[in-house]
């Protein structure tokens, strides 16, 4: 089964850096595209980032402060997390549609998320 898991959350002060990081493991046949979301309290879940191919785009709040990469050879994404604010504050989820492998054949297009890691800034 396809699993995605994060790391690299945690509490910096506003201003500060974090680079938060997500695996994909499992048998994978292909990846469509992989993104980061965010959900803060009593806020519904917003689309930070997404990476599709070589295309890039993000929510207009983190435009030229956080930067979405991948490595395709080991099924990771990245958030590069600069000149945090306190209103960045929020679990972070990867996001991946994913074709997995099931029994040897190419299963169906999913979407599978990650645990989440909580991001805390501070004032």
């Known amino acids: 089964q396809v699993q995605l898991v994060e790391s690299g959350g945690g509490l910096v002060q506003a201003g500060g850096s974090l680079r938060l990081s997500c695996a994909a493991s499992?048998?994978?046949?292909?990846?469509?595209?992989m993104a980061w979301y965010r959900q803060a309290p009593g806020r519904q879940r917003e689309l930070v980032a997404v990476v599709r191919g070589s295309t890039t785009n993000y929510v207009a709040s983190v435009k030229g402060r956080f930067t979405i990469s991948k490595d395709n050879a080991k099924d990771m994404v990245y958030l590069q997390m600069n000149r945090l604010k306190p209103e960045d504050t929020a679990v972070y989820y990867c996001n991946s549609d994913i074709f997995p492998v099931e029994n040897g054949h190419v299963g169906l297009l999913n979407t599978y998320w990650g645990q989440g890691t909580q991001v805390t800034v501070s004032s």
């Open positions: 499992g048998t994978i046949f292909s990846i469509s595209a």
